[in-house]
């Protein structure tokens, strides 16, 4: 009589993993669990990875921080701006009323895998800076506030950078700075539109509008122009509808802007938290 093979040890520890698992989901009620039981577990957070790629890219991105013209947040963000682990399970479980988030039936384990996997692409908090805190608000007055603001002062053409300091390390805000377009973020997209306007009469001429997209369906976009107007355009009355590589914010240099005036803006971020 022949033997059996013999179950290979990976698919015996995957199974004895997945058994372990099971377990500890059932020692207690997820609703109300506050802590992820998996996050001292490194395969979750694979685990998680898998599932995320398969269920969630679509919406909110490969690398977790949303795709431009769908209304996803930046997920490597939620954890800076004070959420929970246990409230990123219930969103996960239960959708988002209202949005495209829609709830899903993932089982426990599976739920608090995606938990671990973003909370293991979450951004860290940017090193403490040393500058000059009063010399770096006149500066951001003078060089930022047109297009940002911090606690609701300042422009909206840009980002809030009120949080900046706490979502993004120190190499990226200097990165944003000297090379705005390397990366430009969900919602900020530069975008130009070209349509046809009344002049004078019934003379009528072509008008150029740039500005950062802020959302396009099939037949119609909304953008901020850049006198931070919003505006609505249906496609089919443009001439040109243009998706722009270069950032609208400028690049400043070392000459426009030494380093000892970026670490003092960006100190001074940091006492606004």
Known sequence: MKKSPKPKLSLIRSVTWLFSITAVMCVASVQAQQ??????????ARAGGVLYRSQCATCHGGDARGIT????PDLTLIWAAGTTDERVFQTIRNGVPGSIMPPHGFTDPETWMLVSYLRSVAATAATEFSGDAVRGSGLFLSNCARCHRVRGEGGSLGPDLSQITSRRSAAALINSVREPSAVIARRYQPVTVVFE????????SP?????????????????????QQLRAFMKADLLEFLR??????????RNELSSAELED???????QL
């Open 265 to 271: 803006i960006l100190t001074f971020l940091q006492s």
């Open 197 to 204: 306007s009344v002049a004078t009469g019934a003379s009528r």
């Open 244 to 253: 722009e590589s270069d950032s609208l914010m400028p690049a400043f240099s």
């Open 69 to 72: 013209g769908i209304d996803a």
């Open 35 to 44: 802590i992820n039981p998996l996050e001292s577990d490194p395969r979750a």
């Open 207 to 227: 008008q150029r509008v740039q500005g950062t997209l802020k959302s396009e369906d099939a037949f119609s976009i909304q953008m901020m122009d850049t006198n």
